[in-house]
Each structure stands twice: as C-alpha cells, then as structure tokens.
C-alpha cells in the first residue's frame, strides 16, 4: 500500500480518537526521563566503546466513556558518542521500524550524535460487555515466560534489553471475547514493514488451576504455528511454559520448534529466585554475540543456540536497595552470560541502576567471542 494512503488511515484513527469523543471522562498522562551511560568492550584492558542515551517516554492515554479508549505513545531517543560513530549502520538499526507503518524518525543523524523519535504504541480500545476490540499499534502479549516466550508470535522482546520495559508493539486488529470468567477467545492480524502477515487465534481456559493456552495460525507468511502454554504452581512455586510448532508454508519437509520452562518462587524475606530452560531446533548461524545482540528479534531467533539455561536471583537488601544477579549457560557454544544489576532509589520516582552484561563463548566458525556491556543509568518517573 502506497506510504500516502497508510499515513492517511493514521490520520482517521487520531482524529477519531481527539474529535470522535467529545466528553472525555479521563486523560492520564505519564512517562519517564533517563540518562544512561554505556561502555562496551572485547577485553577490559584493550579499547572501550563508550555510548551516552538521553530517553525521553512520554505516554497519552484518554478515556472517552466506557467503551473507548485511546493512547498513544512515544519514544525520544537522543544518542551520542563512539557507538555512533564507529559501530557500522548503527544509525539505521536504531532507527529500524518493523512496523506496517514506519512511524520512526531520524530528525537528525551526525558523525557522533543521532536524535530519534518513535511512536511505538497508537490504538483505539472498544468494549462492550465481554467483547474487546483493539486496532493500531499495540502489544500483543502471548508470553507465560519471563525469559523466552515462544507463543510470543507477533511482537518478541530481548531480555536484555532492560532500558525499554513497554517492549515493542505491532501493527494489528486484535478481537478478544470473554466466554467465562477464566476463559476467553482471542483473534489477531498484524502486518510488518515487509507486508508479510502473521495471522492467530487463541483459547484460553483454566484447568486443575492451571492457566492454559492452545494457539495456532500462520508467522510472517512463511509457518504454520501450533503452540500451547501454561501458567499454574507446584506447592506455592510458580510453573510455566510455552511450546511452538513451525511448520513451513514453502517446504513442507521444513519443521521447527521451540519449547520453554521455567519456575520461580518468592520466600517470605523476599528473596527471589527463577530458573528457566528454552530448547529450540532452528539453525542459527551466528558469528559473535555482537552479531545477535543488535539484531532486529521475532520469536524464531530469541536466542541464537539449541540449548539455553538461565537462573536469577535478586535480594532487596534495604527498602531502597535491591541486587540481582542472572547466568545462562549455553551448552552448545561453551559459553555463558553474566548479569549483576543494582539498582537504588533515591526517590520515589527516581532511581539509579547498575547494569553488567557478560558474554562469553564458542559460536560454529571456532573463533571465540567475548562482549562486555556495563551501564549506569539515572531514572526519573513521572
């Protein structure tokens, strides 16, 4: 579809949604200002690639009744220093937006310095009774995992990407109708950049306590989906899981799957503690973890290895002081993650986090990788 005619549907959806409902009952208005300081680097003692992020979010929901609602919003990105500059199309993977409409802008791009906007959320809400029905740019959220979500089909997140917790959205109409009060029935379309289409639908129900989930439709024009996923407890642990079945449109001898679990309990101190575990049969051909860390996810590369292993813990010390600590083991690579993050709050809605990133391992050409990313990040809520 010509640019001119889906910037237009853009138009009618925002001017429905400001002038379609004139006696607004509430508009919320929220978001956040953090500045974060990154470092990269191979060996600690060679050279460092340093990055500075000013990220603005700024959030607009309104309520026009109690059957619409609108929200739209939106990322300001301004980036400076060697990333920028060194880093090959680092510009153009920042900026990339998978979206049917591209609703991201370089406003500027420079030698060391870029400034981006995004609107990465843009949607009507209709409700009425046990009917919901949402259209544009929203998250359609299919995870039971923490971690690794292989029924997440339409918008994958990577974990460590901790400096956007909205995670991203996509370009959809999504029909939920509730038929009881722990069941539901759930339909959704979504088109990317490509045009390509991904295409679900989804039973909810509850069984033996447990949360269950049977999903199935076609991914980006090329698999037929299968999955299921659950979400219940062992004796005051929480258990869940995802499995997903590709099957491929264009080669029928083609088959994929992926298949997740994972476990986590809270004691009564508060100390917290996870594991999970992602089995996937996909074949990945990655050189580096610099190669898989910058590059643009869906659910079928979430990670880049057969097996993968994570525990966690985390340990609020003080009110104001929390520590946690994650590892992945990746068997196949000989290789492993690390990731201590502090985090203090100044304020109520100010915080300062240290983040470490790890990576270490053997990919299939033989050479080994090491990446190291540490960031130190001042965070205001508002």
């Known amino acids: 579809m010509p640019g001119y005619m889906k910037y237009g549907i853009l138009g009618i959806v925002l001017f429905l949604s400001f002038n379609g409902f004139s006696q607004a009952r509430k508009f919320d208005f929220s978001g956040y200002l953090s500045g974060l300081q990154t470092v990269m680097f191979e060996k600690w003692d060679e050279s460092w ?189 929480a258990f869940r899981g995802e499995a997903t079945w590709f099957h491929s449109l264009n080669n029928s001898h083609n088959e994929e799957v992926m298949l997740s679990a994972s476990v986590d309990y809270t004691f009564k101190n508060s100390l917290y503690i996870s594991g999970e575990f992602l089995y996937s049969n996909i074949e990945y051909d990655y050189k580096s973890f610099g190669e898989f860390y910058f590059l643009p996810l869906n659910v079928k590369n979430i990670v880049f290895t057969d097996y993968n292993i994570m525990a966690n813990i985390s340990y609020p010390i003080t009110p104001l002081f929390t520590a946690s600590f994650a590892a992945m083991y990746y068997p196949s690579e000989s290789g492993y993650f690390l990731g201590p993050t502090f985090e203090y709050s100044v304020l109520d809605n100010l915080s300062l986090s240290f983040i470490f990133q790890h990576f270490e391992g053997k990919f299939s050409g033989g050479d080994k990788s090491k990446l190291t990313f540490g960031f130190l990040r001042l965070k205001w809520n508002f």
Request: no cysteine.
């Open 49 to 237: 690639l340093s990055e500075n992020q000013l990220h603005n979010r700024l959030n607009f929901k309104y309520y026009a009744n109690d059957s619409w609602t609108f929200d739209l919003e939106i990322r300001n990105q301004f980036i400076y220093g060697e990333f920028v500059k060194y880093i090959p199309d680092y510009a153009s993977t920042i900026n990339a937006d998978m979206g049917w409409l591209d609703m991201s802008w370089l406003l500027f791009d420079k030698l060391s310095f870029l400034l981006r906007t995004s609107i990465d959320r843009v949607w009507i809400d209709y409700t009425s009774g046990s009917f919901q029905m949402r259209v544009g740019r929203q998250r359609i959220n299919w995870g039971k995992n923490l971690v690794w979500n292989p029924n997440d089909i339409f918008n994958a997140y990577s974990y460590f990407d901790f400096d956007y917790p909205e995670r991203p959205g996509s370009d959809a109409i999504r029909l939920q109708y509730y038929t009881g009060s722990s069941s539901s029935v759930d339909l959704a379309v979504k088109i990317d950049s490509s045009n390509s289409i991904t295409a679900a639908g989804r039973f909810n129900f509850n069984v033996f306590s447990y949360d269950i989930q049977i999903l199935t439709g076609v991914f980006n024009d090329d698999d037929f989906v299968l999955g299921t996923g659950w979400a219940g407890n062992i004796k005051g642990m």
